[in-house]
Structure formats: C-alpha cells, structure tokens
T-cell receptor, first 113, second 116 residues
Framework: AQTVTQSQPEMSVQEAETVTLSCTYD???????LFWYKQPPSRQMILVIR??????QNATENRFSVNFQKAAKSFSLKISDSQLGDTAMYFC??????????FGTGTRLQVTL | GAVVSQHPSRVICKSGTSVKIECRSL??????MFWYRQFPKQSLMLMAT?????????EQGVEKDKFLINHASLTLSTLTVTSAHPEDSSFYIC????????????FGPGTRLTVT
C-alpha cells in the first residue's frame, strides 16, 4: 500500500518569488514513480513534473524542480519565479507497479501581486 | 501530447435514473483507464481500474453494481451511475494510461454530476 502526505493545506507566494510545497510518502514497492499534478480552477489535472524513484538526479521542468530525498521519503516541489497562472491546487502522487495513483490531500497555492 | 476527453462535462439527472459518462483517449491506445471521484475541496479518490476487454477492478467500498464500468475498446471506457441518488453528486474524472507501458496517466477534464 502507498500513502502520500501533504502537510500544507494552503500556501501563498508573491509573484516572482520562490515557493516550496512539501510531500512525504510511504511505499513498500522498490520501483515506483512520484508526481506533482496541478489542478487549476478549471479542474483539469495537469502533470507538472515526474520523478522515477531509481533516478538519483532531481527532475526539473523549466521553473519547476523537485527535491527527492529517497531515504527520507520526501518529494518537495519548488516553483521559481512564481506566476499568477501558477495559482491552483497541487497534488503530490505516487504510483507503483500496479500503476494506481495515490494522491495526497493537496496544497492550495495562491500567487499574489 | 496525449489527450483524453470526457463527455458530458456536466449532467443533471433525477434521483433513480441512470447516467453514463464516456472517457476517450483521442490519440493513443489506452489499455488501462482509471475512474476517480472528487468531492469539493478534496483530493481524487480512485474508484476503479478498467482494463480493455476484462472486468473492472473496484476499490474497497465502491459498489460495483452501482458504478458500472465498461472498457470495450482501447480508446473508450464508460462509467454508468445506476439508480442515482443525491449523494452520488460529485466530480468524476477519468484517466488513461498509454498502452506502450508509460508510467504516466493522462486525465480527462472531468464530469460534474448533479442528482436532484
């Protein structure tokens, strides 16, 4: 079984600043993937970034990067140069060999002027 | 990029009736599709996993006779909510996994179901 925990229900950041969203997980699988998804007000789920657990190098996608600490089972998301369009719910998720996604409870991010 | 559509985007039905939601992968073959339910301001809860040509696997606590899932082709899965009740009102989201074996799931835009 997998569990994903997001301990920050809400976060706020000013435009152009940097914010880090926290996520911890637990899994009994040796091969798994971790994801951050964004859900804007439209409610369309959008993949932000993906990390394969067997890769030590942290994934990056433009302004988005992760800090993957495998031993600590931590997978935080850093958003640099925050933009108003980054305002959304952010879900951390994990999947194992069964391909079923387990989601955290989400962090609501508000980007302000 | 991989696109998944859902139809309808919104539906209102009366108590006791059934409603069908379609999920289609538009530009790839999806051997596996997933159905989620999301209540307001909450996370996505997996309801069931459907594999093309076989019976769906339901998560614990999900009534398989109430939420009928059919995955008849590699591009289409349907969720039918039977004998709907107001407590079935929710946002239903499907996702599809590329049959090429990727780890990523591609999500549909969701369907808002309101049962009156």
């Amino acid at each position: 079984a997998q569990t994903v925990t997001q301990s920050q229900p809400e976060m706020s950041v000013q435009e152009a600043e940097t914010v880090t969203l926290s996520c911890t997980y637990d899994t009994s699988e040796s091969n798994y993937y971790l994801f951050w998804y964004k859900q804007p007000p439209s409610r369309q789920m959008i993949l932000v970034i993906r990390q394969e657990a067997y890769k030590q190098q942290n994934a990056t996608e433009n302004r988005f990067s992760v800090n993957f600490q495998k031993a600590a089972k931590s997978f935080s998301l850093k958003i640099s140069d925050s933009q108003l369009g980054d305002t959304a719910m952010y879900f951390c998720a994990s999947t194992g060999t069964a391909s079923k996604l387990t989601f955290g409870t989400g962090t609501r991010l508000q980007v302000t002027l | 990029g991989a696109v998944v559509s859902q139809h309808p985007s919104r539906v209102i039905c009366k108590s006791g009736t059934s409603v069908k939601i379609e999920c289609r992968s538009l530009d790839f073959q999806a051997t596996t599709m997933f159905w989620y339910r999301q209540f307001p301001k909450q996370s996505l809860m997996l309801m069931a996993t459907s594999n093309e040509g076989s019976k769906a696997t339901y998560e614990q606590g999900v009534e398989k006779d109430k939420f009928l899932i059919n995955h008849a082709s590699l591009t289409l899965s349907t969720l039918t909510v039977t004998s709907a009740h107001p407590e079935d009102s929710s946002f239903y989201i499907c996702s599809a996994r590329d049959g090429q074996g990727g780890s990523e799931q591609y999500f549909g835009p969701g369907t808002r179901l309101t049962v009156t």
